[in-house]
């Protein structure tokens, strides 16, 4: 009998990362065949029409069942980008005329989201600071149907209690929705902490190697179909060869973040006592005001973190990241190779001076994106740029 044929059984993060969903070719090949086409045969099908706009090629089901086994989940689908998977997640859970009750303090582009679902869907939206059982109590209404958060949160690293959250809302009849994107499945998996729905910008750690784009959403059967409904009229699905992509990608993100896990927490350690950084901002410090809930929560604390430059002054900033030499000042994160942002020119530059003020991000506060690199070389890297 042929492997493809056997019933495979595994139950670890790793053997599903390599083996959930991957199908074999005719000739018994081990990855999934790229199946570009977009005219499909059609007569001989029953169900939704074969198109790979509406989700239907094998590169898409691949890569959604090994999603879907990653975070434990029924059901997932795969989409262009993280943001459509955050509009096509939103969009299917909530009507209009109904309430959303978010984390303020999240990544730029969701919070820009909130005025196309205020002017363009009716939809109310109170943004929360706090995402306590109290706070939720007091900011709900008799239309709230979703809670949206992010744990660790871009570009703060803030951490906030899931299961507490999850059962608050439970009780209240009322769904959640977590960008899960910073942790990565690896590290965190919220639907055992309760939660209903879970998005990822699959461009990050998902796809790990900076070169594609790509979207999450995981849940119930049910949810998902309507998620799928939704995005193939709104043209959010993705090409075939992305797909490939990323399901190779996959195969191999729990080494990589585990290797970031490890970077990130040494270069915390060696910048949290570094005289020119006035605050390091990552959950695995002690001195991290979530890092207890971080601990029961996750399982690794990521490898992404911030930190402030001390003092003021935007030119030693400049000066600092124009003389690294390794790390590359460069948009997106969960890559291979280790970059930083100034959060208030990129991830949150739609975002006014008075809410950027509001949230805590200051003009001398710089996002860390840790590769794989050794830690010895990224340390030795940031003292020659800090000197
Ligand atoms: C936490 C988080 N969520 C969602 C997104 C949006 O993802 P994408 O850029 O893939 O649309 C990003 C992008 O930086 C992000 O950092």
Redesign the pocket.
Known sequence: MSKANKQQIYSGLNSKAVHAGTQRDHFGGVNTPVQPSTAIEYLNESGSVPYPRNFTIPNHEAVATKIAALEGGEAALVL???????STGILSAVQSGQHILMQSN?????RAFVDILRWKHDIRVTLIDRMTPEELDSNMTGDTALVYM?SP??PLLDIIDISSVCTWAKDNRILTMI?N??ASPVNQQPLKLGCDII??????YMGGHSDL???ALIGKNDFIERCRTLSSVYGMSLNAVDLSLLERSLKTMVLRVQKQNSNAMEIARWLSKHPLIAKVHYPGLSSHPGHEIAAKQMSGFGGMMSFELSGNDTSFRDAFLKSLSMISVA????GVESTMTIPAQT?HSLLTPEELNAMGIHDMLIRFSIGIEDAEDLIQDLERALQ
Request: aromatic share 6%.
């Open positions: 262009a980008t993280g943001m459509s998977a955050i999240i990544y730029g582009g969701t992010e949160t871009n960008d994107t910073f998005m990822h910008s699959a461009t990050k784009m790509a979207g948009t997106s994160l969960g991830s």
